[in-house]
């Protein structure tokens, strides 16, 4: 089978995802085609109508903000859903410039999608839910994100040159993540603890951060599976997540998760069994629930072995390529 995947670059997790499958794809031995475009075009996807698909391509699998760009005569298009963006959930923590390109852009983007998509999937029960309640018609098929757990898995020991108990926060520093409670958080959370913290696409620029928060810079994979082994705990307090690959690696690592009860999280993390959850901004839950582990070593290893089984059990790599092919299949066969 020959599978296109054109993709906008935006230096997110849709990007990483879509890098993944295609590798995943040429693996099970079919032949997978990236094709990545300038991230303005995100801006003016309908530039990209006149490109020509690979030659006997079977099928085209792209991001949902940008499918109704890639559709092409007699080729079915699978548009994913990574990040329902117009979730009235987000609309809180967006910033102004933000609000306008959502409603004005994407959100017309979004519905062209809807239209041309030979079939709509959503990486989480959540995410298919909402778009559903938005857009109407038929709920999209759902299949989960996926992680290569040979690549991301816990270290032989718990290694970390600092004795403090380690958090760590992968993603860019911004409201949606809960960028904005993390020096709270530290802050009252003291020198014992130390947070190692990524800045993703966003730079950490003129902040002031308390003492016990450790800039990281952008880091590769490798370095990012490093960090994931050497943490104690991840701590992500996003308020709205479509399925973060984030908090599946980490788990992958033998590392557990504590987040907000929110979106596509507790479709993941089982409380109290492979991780927590705190209420929206409740900053006071995170500083107990860190405290409380930090004293409770065996409770710790419990969550981590308990999150490394949760991922081998719903969440690998393998079964989602598996998902995928089973979908493109079906739909040529039917055809």
């Known amino acids: 089978m020959k599978i296109w995947l054109p993709y906008i670059k935006g230096g997110s997790g849709t990007d990483t995802f879509t890098e993944r499958l295609a590798e995943s794809l040429a693996s099970a031995g079919h032949q997978a085609i990236l094709s990545e475009y300038p991230h303005w075009l995100q801006y003016a996807p309908w530039l990209l109508k006149k490109i020509s698909p690979p030659g006997n391509c079977d099928v085209i699998l792209t991001n949902s903000w940008n499918g109704f760009a890639f559709k092409r005569q007699n080729i079915p298009l699978f548009s994913v859903e990574h990040l329902f963006v117009l979730d009235p959930a987000l609309t809180p923590y967006k910033s102004i410039l933000q609000s306008i390109f959502h409603k ?81 958080i530290m802050e009252r959370l003291g020198n014992e603890f130390v947070l190692y913290f990524t800045s993703g696409r966003k730079k950490n620029g003129k902040r002031n951060f308390p003492e016990n928060m450790v800039p990281l810079g952008k880091i590769d994979r490798h370095e990012m599976r490093e960090q994931y082994q050497k943490a104690d705990l991840l701590l992500f307090p996003s308020r709205l997540e479509g399925l973060p690959l984030v908090v599946l690696e980490a788990m992958a690592c033998g590392t557990p998760v504590i987040s907000h009860e929110s979106a596509s999280l507790p479709e993941i993390i089982n409380q109290n069994t492979n991780g927590y959850m705190c209420p929206r901004d409740s ?27 949760k991922i081998i059990s719903e969440f690998t790599q393998n079964n989602m390529t598996k998902k995928y092919i089973d979908e493109f299949n079906e739909f040529i066969i039917n055809e």
């Open 283 to 309: 900053i006071d839950c995170f500083i107990t629930k860190i405290k409380e582990l930090k004293s409770q070593p065996d409770k710790l290893a419990y969550l981590a072995l308990e999150s490394r089984k």
């Open 104 to 184: 004005t852009f994407v959100r017309g983007f979004e519905h062209l999608s809807n239209q041309a998509s030979d079939k709509i999937i959503a990486v989480s029960h959540y995410t298919a839910n909402v778009y559903r309640e938005y857009f109407g018609g038929d709920t999209p098929t759902v299949i989960s994100n996926g992680i290569d757990i040979d690549f991301f898995c816990p270290p032989p020991s718990k290694i970390s040159e600092d004795k403090r108990f380690r958090l760590l926060f992968a993603g860019n520093l911004i409201r949606r993540k809960g960028a904005d409670l993390l020096p709270e």
